[in-house]
């Protein structure tokens, strides 16, 4: 397992940006497939975006597609999210995920989370 520290939520007005990043220690960051999901009072976690061991591949949730940009710096064990063009309806707790996998988060093969960044966007 890694453990996993987010930081980088906050409030912020419609329209506007907010990057989160998530530290890991432990484990071999760089083995790993890493996301960044999502949730809602009363809802179960959402899947946000994901990015491959390399960076190679990113994939991304409908909803945030051409807003968020998923990255990593595999020499820092830092994974990003950069959200743009923000909305009301992206106010979430944010939380970034380390998998098994190289290539793509799943929810069966996630080992380890972070404890979560509050997103709050302002209409």
């Known amino acids: 397992q890694v453990q996993l520290v987010e930081s980088g939520g906050g409030l912020t007005q419609a329209g506007g940006s907010l990057r989160l990043s998530c530290a890991a220690s432990?484990?071999?960051?760089?083995?790993?497939?890493m996301g960044w999901f999502r949730q809602f009072p009363g809802k179960e976690r959402e899947f946000v975006a994901g990015?491959?061991?390399?960076?190679?591949?990113?994939y991304y949730a409908d909803s945030v597609k051409g807003r968020f940009t998923i990255s990593r710096d595999n020499a820092q064990n830092t994974v990003y999210l950069q959200m743009n063009s923000l909305k009301p309806e992206d106010t979430a707790v944010y939380y970034c995920a380390a998998d098994a996998s190289r290539f793509r988060v799943t929810a069966g093969t996630i080992h380890s989370w972070g404890q979560g960044t509050q997103v709050t966007v302002s209409s």
């Open positions: 990015i491959s061991w390399r960076g190679g591949n990113t």
């Open positions: 432990g484990g071999t960051f760089s083995s790993y497939a």
